[in-house]
């Protein structure tokens, strides 16, 4: 089979997502070699984290440049003219916007529904948004969810038949070790988050209980990820707390260099108000660092009983949590044990073999 794997979210403004697609990219040519893979890419974006020459080694892949950046209102059409020229047989989206023009059988990942969850729609984006996914889900031949939870809620709120979604854990790999890329971050412990800047990631609380569980001042919050349109208010309600000097915006980083954060962070904290799958929780406990969590559905399939659980609406709630993993209490080694059992079930080459459910259903 020709399978057309968009991979123009591979670049600097895609955190999580970024990783993921560019995961499914270095596991699925070695796991599937009897199909062939074309990626779309776009040469332009803005990249320090992914090598495109360890794709293209593949003999079974080949790069097609395309623009598009996985954000433009004609992306899909690229992507839509990039399938018919090549002649694809499939299309694999790892975000929704690419596919939602798509003519041929697609294999779509959706990873939540956070515009429409949010008690005031953002206008004409969380409008796009909200068409965008429902379009995408609708038209595919397979839908994949990073969870079970988020299966159950797809199916019902696109009416989709049950055995056209799966859910497929998105994979981990183990971060990797080496030296901090800004040594004097290890001069204090540290909280670490990873990921985007924005309103849902309850960057806010995060600040503000961090203030509440660790008034000594001692501990640091490292935001490890690309500044965005909300960098300078998260920065201001740092300043007006008093914590200027312990809030840390690395910007994008490499992915060479999140390993060693990850390594040497004290506690990871994901308090989101809604997740898909929370990437950098299983990333933690891999590396066997101490994870707080919202107490959603999604986060506790991911992590059981390897998290502190706390409600990402109560300020107190997440300083309890922070102030309990950093103190690392008598069961703490068993949360990390746990964690680490859970990562080590995720791995990558595993994962990539169940995406074989995508290929053997896709019927024009």
């Known amino acids: 089979m020709n399978i057309l794997f968009d991979g123009r979210v591979c670049w600097d403004h895609f955190t999580g997502i970024g990783r993921y697609a560019f995961g499914l990219l270095r596991h ?4 599937f070699p009897e199909h062939r893979f074309t990626v779309a890419w776009n040469p332009a974006a803005p990249n320090h984290r992914f090598d495109w020459d360890a794709i293209s080694a593949f003999d079974n892949v080949a790069l097609a440049p395309c623009k598009g950046t996985g954000l433009g209102p004609m992306d899909p059409l690229e992507i839509r003219a990039l399938a018919r020229s090549r002649g694809a047989e499939l299309l694999q989206a790892p975000y929704f916007a690419g596919a939602v023009l798509s003519s041929i059988p697609t294999a779509v990942t959706l990873f939540d529904a956070t515009p429409f969850e949010r008690p005031r729609p953002r206008g004409v984006k969380d409008a796009l948004a909200r068409w965008g996914i429902a379009r995408a889900a609708r038209k595919a031949s397979c839908v994949v969810t990073p969870t079970g939870v988020f299966r159950t809620q797809v199916v019902a709120r696109f009416a989709l038949p049950e055995p056209r979604v799966v859910a497929i854990p ?6 990797a070790a080496g030296p901090l890329h800004d040594p004097t971050i290890a ?3 540290y909280v670490l988050y990873v990921g985007v800047q924005k309103e849902h990631k ?17 501990v640091r919050l490292v935001l490890a990820g690309p500044l965005s349109a909300a960098t300078p208010s998260l920065r201001a309600h740092a300043d007006a707390l008093g914590m200027g000097e312990r809030v840390l ?18 506690v990871l904290a994901l308090v989101s108000f809604s997740e898909g799958f929370g990437l950098p929780l299983a990333e933690a406990m891999s590396a066997r660092v101490p994870v ?13 009983g390897a998290a502190l659980y706390v409600d990402p609406h109560s300020g107190a709630s997440i300083a309890e949590g922070l102030a309990g993993a950093l103190r690392r209490g008598s069961d703490a ?8 059992r859970r990562a080590g079930a995720l791995s990558w080459p595993e994962i990539a073999k169940r995406y074989a459910v995508c290929y053997e259903g896709a019927r024009p």
Not at 28 to 31: E, H, I, S
């Open 333 to 340: 080694e068993e949360r990390l044990a746990e964690g680490e």
């Open 202 to 218: 309850n960057l806010v609380g995060l600040i503000s209980a961090l203030r509440a569980a660790d008034p000594s001042g001692e």
């Open 292 to 304: 707080v969590a919202s107490d959603l559905p999604v986060l506790r399939e991911v992590c059981g």
């Open 170 to 175: 998105i994979g981990v790999d183990a971060p």
């Open 249 to 266: 915006f690395t910007g994008a980083l490499e992915d060479a260099a999140l390993g060693p954060l990850y390594r040497s962070a004290a």
């Open 187 to 189: 001069d204090r412990p």
């Open 28 to 31: 699925l040519p070695p796991a």
